[in-house]
């Protein structure tokens, strides 16, 4: 991203963890994914001036009730969206 002033933002490590668990067809399913990204804030010569961090979580887990295997309204029994940003 490149900002009016010439600022501009590098992608640096973005680190992706996906995690699920599933139990018998129209049990339970329990998934997770976990993002970290990491960037540099540079002046409009190149020089590093400060950073950003991106942190999110989300998890989820469902209860197929009806045994057809997809995520229908009322399946999902917990949600949880964590999502941070931190400049430095």
Known sequence: MTFPD???VDSGVDEERFGTVLTRPGCLAVASVDSRDERTVHAPDGTPIGTLSI???HDAVLRDANG???PDPGETTVERHRFR???G
């Open 6 to 8: 010439g600022r501009y």
């Open 55 to 57: 942190r999110e979580t």
């Open 68 to 70: 057809n295997g997809e």
């Open 85 to 87: 940003l931190a400049c």
